[in-house]
């Protein structure tokens, strides 16, 4: 099963409407992510493409995806699939997979840093979908 999360009425529609259970979740909040994770294996931080002010764009895939990288340590989750492409400034989401990168490596977390390009949808679908199959295989 898949779980997506949105912070929009809209976005929960799409996600229920693809994968069929959606969350209300504000990644700028964690605390309202973090419910969201219950009975997950695999949590995907795909923000490539997120959009809004820089600076909150910037903590998306730096400070609130660090905080939530440590979080993680204390549930479920298994591991972490990073989307390090979109239309993000390539250095943001760079700085993003050095904190997915440092985590593996300090809490010996499995994870996967995807630079596969969200266009065309299916080679980013596939490209997904791999790396989640990695970190539950590792």
């Known amino acids: 099963m898949v ?3 949105s912070r929009r009425p809209a976005g ?3 996600i229920e409407a693809v994968c069929g259970e959606a969350a209300t979740a504000d990644p700028d909040r964690l605390g309202t ?5 219950a009975g997950v294996s695999v949590a995907c931080w795909l923000m490539g ?3 809004g002010p820089p600076e909150l764009v910037g903590a998306l895939h730096g400070a609130r995806l660090q905080s939530l990288l440590v979080k993680l340590v204390d549930t479920q989750v298994r591991g972490l699939v990073y989307e390090a492409a979109g239309t993000v400034p390539a ?3 760079a700085e993003g997979g050095v904190a ?7 809490y010996r977390m499995p994870v ?14 596939a490209a997904m979908l ?3 199959d990695e970190v539950l295989a590792a």
Not at 33 to 37: E, R
Not at 112 to 125: A, F, G, I, T, Y
């Open 100 to 106: 997915v990168r440092r985590a593996a490596a300090t």
């Open 91 to 93: 250095e943001v989401l």
């Open 12 to 14: 929960l529609e799409a």
């Open 112 to 125: 996967s840093v995807v630079e596969q390009s969200p266009q065309p949808r299916d080679l980013w679908r």
């Open 49 to 51: 493409s997120a959009t």
């Open 3 to 5: 779980r997506g999360t």
């Open 33 to 37: 992510v973090l419910p969201a994770l």
């Open 130 to 132: 791999a790396a989640v």
